[in-house]
């Protein structure tokens, strides 16, 4: 081989290990595989591509150890879990009353709500575990708001109202309604802790850079609520364990402890209280 084709050759070698290095450095570090950086990374991935279940789990492997993401992960988490329990106690709901409607068959409709009010009640659980960690924030300051904006929209779900009255739907249906129901919760949950419920425009431009924050009051009422709302899966109707009603109900009043009092507070602290009430006359 002469020197002139071994020069070629050499060269030619150069170029392809640099343009390698190049493609392998040009994307983000991956992280190790099993730290907090790892799951933070690996729960933007999946939240972006609309992987809620994955999402959820990547926060819930956040949230088993302190680290440097812990204060950015709990809004997050609070927001997905919430965002889900909502997501299944609304499906539930039309189910439950397809199981009236559809008296010739209700079985399929009941299994389905008790089913799906299970699945919101695990959801629940993991917000309320949330909660315990973000309430020792200092309130004084904003809340971050770290990710992205979800997919989804917050249009109600037309399949709902078929449910509703009874119609029974194919299980590969039933599967994409779910997912679906989920993604609407988690929009609407997001939509609600940046103080702009069912606003998307106005909660899309406040997330568009993907870390952003809200002040404390704002993102604390959205909490409040969603434990008063998430308290109602515990009800006499419903799962029937009024231990875990009284729970929600106390950590929704604690919530309300850590803002300043407005109307939006006051008559939220009302609702609390009269489902207080209501659970101890039965």
């Known amino acids: ?128 575990e949330t909660f315990r960690e973000f309430v020792k924030h200092d309130h004084t300051k904003p809340v971050p708001l770290a990710f992205g904006f979800p997919s989804g929209t917050t249009a109600p779900i037309q399949e709902l109202g078929r449910i509703a009255t009874g119609v029974p739907l194919p299980q590969t249906q039933i599967e994409s309604i779910q997912r679906r129901s989920i993604e609407r919760g988690i929009l609407r949950a997001t939509t609600a802790a940046v103080g702009a419920l069912d606003d998307v425009a106005k909660a899309q431009s406040v997330l568009q850079a993907g ?18 709302e998430q308290a109602q899966l515990f009800g006499r109707e419903e799962l029937d364990m009024p231990d875990r009603l009284k729970l929600f109900l106390d950590q929704a009043t604690e919530a309300l402890k850590s803002m300043k009092e407005t109307k939006e507070t006051k008559e939220l602290a009302a609702k609390i209280q009269k489902t207080l009430k209501s659970a101890k006359e039965r």
């Not at 404390?216 to 409040?224: E, I």
């Open 211 to 228: 870390s952003a924050s809200v002040d404390h009051d704002t993102f604390g009422l959205a909490v409040a609520t969603m434990l008063y």
């Open 1 to 128: 081989m002469s020197d002139a084709n071994r020069l070629f050759l050499s060269l030619t070698a150069l170029i392809v290990a640099m343009l390698i290095a190049t493609s392998c450095s040009s994307g983000p570090p991956v992280a190790q595989m099993g730290t907090p950086a790892f799951y933070w990374q690996a729960a933007n991935e999946t939240f972006r591509a609309g992987d809620y279940l994955k999402t959820a789990d990547h926060l819930e492997e956040l949230f088993k150890k302190q680290s440097e993401f812990s204060e950015r992960a709990a809004p997050w988490r609070l927001v997905v879990t919430g965002g889900m329990a909502k997501g299944y106690m609304e499906l539930a709901d039309s189910f439950e009353e397809g199981s009236r409607a559809n008296r010739a068959n209700p079985t399929p409709f009941r299994r389905n709500a008790a089913d799906l009010r299970t699945m919101a009640a695990r959801r629940a659980l993991q917000f309320a």
